[in-house]
């Protein structure tokens, strides 16, 4: 937790780089600090959790499910998608904050209700549509595919390739916004310097998946944490979805710490 609050923290400093010398509000600064202090504080607490606990896992994940169902359903609706919801002002993704948790519980303990968790979070995300998201679930469940071939698994891989092909099947019209997508395309238009540094603080979200992949033990589930944040940025190079921590938006901040906490020993 130590190593990905660090790598956490240091994408954060990258990203405000880059916000301030581009003239970015100072507020975009202060809200992804704020958020990278809850991302911490929220992780130190869910690290109290045994993360092979089957009734947690199970609920955590059905209930994560159900949050992007029901996001699809009453969340905030802009050009045809409904990915969003509002607190206090700040417009929050669920599925970004909730879902690499879900990944990660899943892949500690994969037993079959957790599986069918992952199918409604699926269904939520086909319904939203949200195709960055979808994509990223069937991302790390084929790289948890290649560690464990069980029937949980495959079962919601499927689930996964399912949901992402219904996100395929309508355009994605959601206009992009300055700071939050196109980051990298935005970052080197401004300045070669500021270009480095966005891609020094995503190389850093992948950070501690590297270096968890050299243990013995589980390193499946470091290869999930990894193909989940590298599936994360790649949509967010090719589309028009959030950059995760080097732009504005507390979301990915949240679930990159959230997400992190589930990790084994003392990562």
């Given at each position: 937790m130590v190593i990905a609050g660090l790598c956490a923290a240091t994408s954060v400093v990258f990203g405000?780089?880059?916000?301030?010398?581009?003239?970015?509000?100072?507020?975009?600064?202060v809200v992804?600090?704020?958020?990278?202090?809850?991302?911490?504080?929220?992780?130190?607490?869910?690290?109290?959790?045994?993360?092979?606990?089957?009734?947690?896992?199970?609920?955590?994940?059905?209930a994560i499910g159900l949050v992007l169902v029901a996001t699809a359903v009453f969340g905030v609706?802009?050009?045809?998608?409904?990915r969003w919801v509002r607190v206090a002002g700040i417009s929050l993704q669920p599925s970004l904050i909730l879902l690499p948790s879900a990944i990660l519980f899943f892949v500690r303990n994969r037993?079959?209700?957790?599986?069918?968790?992952?199918?409604?979070?699926?269904?939520?995300?086909?319904?939203?549509?949200?195709?960055?998201?979808?994509?990223?679930?069937?991302?790390?469940?084929?790289?948890?595919c290649l560690y464990r071939r069980e029937l949980p698994?495959?079962?919601?891989?499927?689930?996964?390739?399912?949901?992402?092909a219904s996100t395929m099947e309508t355009d994605d019209v959601v206009a992009p916004v300055a700071f939050v997508e196109q980051v990298v395309q935005s970052?080197?238009?401004?300045h070669a310097l500021t270009g480095v540094a966005v891609i020094a603080g995503l190389a850093t979200i992948l950070a501690p998946a590297a270096a968890g992949l050299r243990r013995r033990h589980?390193?499946?589930?470091?290869?999930?944490?990894?193909?989940?944040?590298?599936?994360?940025?790649?949509f967010a190079i090719?589309?028009?979805?959030?950059?995760?921590?080097?732009?504005?938006?507390?979301?990915?901040?949240?679930?990159?710490?959230?997400?992190a906490a589930i990790l084994p020993g003392s990562s």
């Open positions: 405000a780089i880059y916000m301030m010398a581009a003239g970015a509000p100072h507020t975009y600064v992804n600090v704020a958020a990278l202090v809850v991302g911490v504080a929220s992780a130190l607490l869910l690290r109290r959790v045994r993360a092979r606990d089957h009734g947690i896992a199970e609920a955590s994940t059905i609706h802009i050009d045809g998608a409904s037993g079959w209700l957790s599986s069918i968790g992952l199918g409604i979070a699926a269904s939520g995300l086909a319904m939203q549509p949200d195709r960055a998201i979808a994509g990223t679930l069937a991302a790390g469940l084929a790289a948890l698994v495959m079962v919601g891989l499927a689930a996964a390739i399912v949901g992402f970052a080197f238009a401004f589980e390193p499946e589930v470091f290869a999930v944490f990894g193909a989940t944040w590298l599936a994360v940025i790649a090719v589309g028009n979805y959030p950059t995760p921590l080097v732009g504005y938006g507390s979301s990915a901040i949240l679930g990159y710490c959230l997400s």
